[in-house]
């Protein structure tokens, strides 16, 4: 399943499927992009970002993807883990400030 | 290494009442931000610190409230008075000099006015 952009909050994966997190961002200036992970009662956790000079970034089971074109970002979560329960926020920025989307919902289910 | 420390953790209090939001951002790091978030907005830039002086405070919802950063380790947010409404997650986060890095957060400070 996807979550598209920021109209669809919840997304339910199976232990050690695939996730896919999308967003669709509005500022066509923008030229950083970032995944944050935030867990209940705690802050935005950084994840992974991406410059605008790239089109897919991987780290370590997440791999961030970047369409300029669309104005388009997605994250994925290979063999994604219960540990990987959280909400995720994709942020943009083009000088200093970053806009944050609503969040996505990912639950992991065993 | 520690990372962005806030404090109080929670805060609940009677409206009309001061409230005090306190950050400490990562050593060396030269911008501050203080960001609100709310079920209903998300989250949202309040105001944003540069080498200690105020750059954009253009997301301070009103007068009431107020945010200083009186040396390059210590910030604060205040309510004054307080309303219902402030009820949200404060956080503060902190970003170093060099270009296209991610903003570090604190775990925030739940404030519940009552």
């Known amino acids: 399943g996807e979550s598209v952009g920021l109209h669809l909050p919840t997304l339910s994966v199976q232990e050690g499927d695939n996730s896919i997190i999308n967003c669709a961002y509005s500022?066509?200036?923008?030229?950083?992009f970032i995944w944050y992970k935030q867990e209940s009662g705690k802050g935005p956790q950084f994840i992974i970002d991406?410059?605008?000079?790239?089109d897919k970034r991987q780290g370590q089971r997440v791999t961030v993807l970047l369409n300029k074109t669309v104005k388009h970002l997605s994250l994925q979560i290979a063999a994604t883990q219960p540990g990987d329960s959280a909400v995720y926020f994709c942020?943009?920025?083009?000088?200093?400030?970053?806009?944050f989307g609503k969040g996505t919902s990912l639950l992991v289910t065993p | 290494d520690a990372g962005v420390i806030q404090s109080p953790r929670h805060e609940v209090t009677e409206m009309g009442q001061e409230v005090t939001l306190r950050c400490k951002p990562i050593?060396?790091?030269?911008?501050l931000f203080w960001y609100r978030q709310t079920m209903m907005r998300g989250l949202e830039l309040l105001i944003y610190?540069?080498?200690?002086?105020?750059?954009?405070d253009s997301g301070m919802p009103e007068d009431r409230f107020s945010a200083k950063m009186p040396n390059a380790s210590f910030s604060t947010l205040k309510i004054q008075p307080s309303e219902p409404r402030d009820s949200a997650v404060y956080f503060c986060?902190?970003?170093?000099?060099?270009?296209?890095?991610?903003?570090?957060f604190g775990d925030g400070t739940r404030l519940s006015i009552l």
């Open positions: 986060a902190s970003l170093g000099a060099a270009g296209n890095q991610p903003q570090h």
């Open positions: 500022n066509s200036a923008s030229d950083y």
């Open positions: 991406i410059r605008s000079n790239m």
């Open positions: 942020a943009e920025t083009a000088v200093y400030a970053l806009n």
């Open positions: 050593s060396g790091h030269n911008s």
């Open positions: 610190f540069n080498n200690n002086v105020p750059i954009d």
